[in-house]
Nanobody, 120 residues
Framework: VQLQASGGGLVQTGGSVRLSCVGS????????MAWFRQAPGKEREFVAR????????SYADSVKGRFTISRDNTKNTMYLQMNSLKPEDTAVYYC??????????????WGQGTLVTVSS
């Protein structure tokens, strides 16, 4: 499956952004999916994941209560609604598919990343 992430940009502290990840090439609904992020000079880290039905989700402690992951299999699209943004949320955000854990190595397919910059 090919993944295309979009929706990043520059936002002020406390603001909101919604990221999208569109899948193509194979049956999107077959895959568990996730969002990861990578800040400059840091390793890629888990943000949130969602199972193939959209029923089961989990979040990193750092974003719990502020971010919401969802998916619409009829549109082959996954979303990440990001609220109450903080400067430390600044990173390139990547969508990933075909995994179920918290480590990037567990996912087989990756989007190209979209940059979110939160200004203080």
């Amino acid at each position: 499956v090919q993944l295309q992430a979009s929706g990043g940009g520059l936002v002020q502290t406390g603001g909101s952004v919604r990221l999208s990840c569109v899948g193509s090439g194979r049956t999107f609904s077959d895959y568990n999916m996730a969002w990861f992020r990578q800040a400059p000079g840091k390793e890629r880290e888990f943000v949130a994941r969602i199972n193939w039905t959209g029923v089961t989700t989990s979040y990193a402690d750092s974003v719990k209560g502020r971010f919401t992951i969802s998916r619409d299999n009829t549109k082959n699209t996954m979303y990440l609604q990001m609220n109450s943004l903080k400067p430390e949320d600044t990173a390139v955000y990547y969508c990933a598919a075909s995994g179920s854990g918290y480590h990037p190595s567990e996912y087989s397919y990756w989007g190209q990343g979209t940059l979110v910059t939160v200004s203080s």
